[in-house]
């Protein structure tokens, strides 16, 4: 993992809590977005629940209230960590700001619909899709305003990011400082983990493709014999399997990512390059 130290299992500022948020922008966000909440044991986590974000408390299918729930759902944690697997930046050129902040806090005065938003950054960068510094390295698929990933930029910065950001309840890393007291948002990508382990097999598919439910328990296998989680029962095991979407899965992965990541050191921003500060750091 680069720019990411070793695991310190010891760490006084490890987070007891760790959720896997594998985001959607869709319509029936509530559907498409699934939530892996582990709880720490040293030097690994126990996946304690897998389960859909219209489970959550005020919640429903449909994406305001959905994110509205999820809003809220990040906000009553306290020492926990959430990987979220959308971009919580653009390309440095793209900002538009001075500092990530501000870009953040007036993300959703400056674009008023997601279409508007993918539009202005497609001619901006002069009718081409620029990736950041982080998705380089971590050799992510798309750009962050990409046709198949703007939506989940968009609504993930304006309707999850920027109202926690304003009410000062989440610490935003690396770009803001860690505080004990508040959860701890990083931003990752299921895909460049997997990539990184270097598995590839295709595992988004239908059940009755026995293929894609084995190659989705092959990596999940995988994932336990990093030594770094274990799946609480076989009930759980059986509902991140048979989710055939795989979203269940990325959810586990992205709870992995980030567990890998908070450990590392209790200063992240000493561990990035400065042009993170602005674009965003992809853990993985």
């Not at 306290?78 to 971009?87: K, M, N, R």
């Not at 759980?236 to 048979?242: E, F, K, N, Q, Y």
């Not at 992965?253 to 590392?264: H, N, P």
């Amino acid at each position: 993992m680069p720019g990411v130290k070793p695991l310190k299992p010891s760490s006084r500022c490890l987070p007891n809590k760790v959720h896997g948020i594998d985001f959607s922008g869709a319509r029936d966000a509530g559907n498409k977005i699934w939530i892996a909440s582990a709880r720490v044991f040293g030097a690994r986590i126990e996946v304690e629940e897998c389960y859909q974000a219209k489970c959550l408390p005020d919640s429903a299918t449909d994406r305001d209230r959905c994110l509205r729930a999820l809003q809220q759902f990040i906000c009553r944690q306290s020492a926990c960590a959430c990987g979220l697997d959308f971009p919580f930046s653009l390309p440095h050129r793209l900002v538009e700001a001075t500092n990530w902040e501000e870009f953040v806090l007036s993300f959703g005065s400056r674009y008023l619909d997601a279409e508007k938003f993918r539009q202005s950054c497609w001619e901006t960068a002069g009718n081409c899709e620029e990736k950041r510094d982080t998705d380089r390295k971590s050799k992510t698929p798309f750009s962050p305003y990409n046709r198949r990933l703007y939506r989940q930029t968009y609504y993930g910065i304006r309707d999850v990011l920027a109202p926690l950001v304003r009410d000062k309840v989440v610490s935003v890393l690396p770009m803001q400082g860690v505080a004990s007291d508040k959860p701890w948002l990083l931003e990752v990508c299921p895909a460049s983990t997997l990539e990184r382990m270097g598995q590839r097999l295709p595992y988004k598919g239908p059940n009755r493709d026995r293929d894609k439910r084995a190659n989705r328990a092959h990596i999940l296998k995988k994932i336990e014999n990093t030594g770094f989680i274990r799946i609480r029962s076989s009930a759980l095991r059986a509902t991140i399997l048979d989710d055939s979407d795989g979203d269940a899965l990325d959810s586990v992965i992205a709870a992995l990512a980030t567990f890998r990541a908070i450990g590392s050191t209790n200063d992240f921003s000493a561990l990035t390059p400065s042009i993170s500060m602005l674009e965003g750091y992809i853990y993985i």
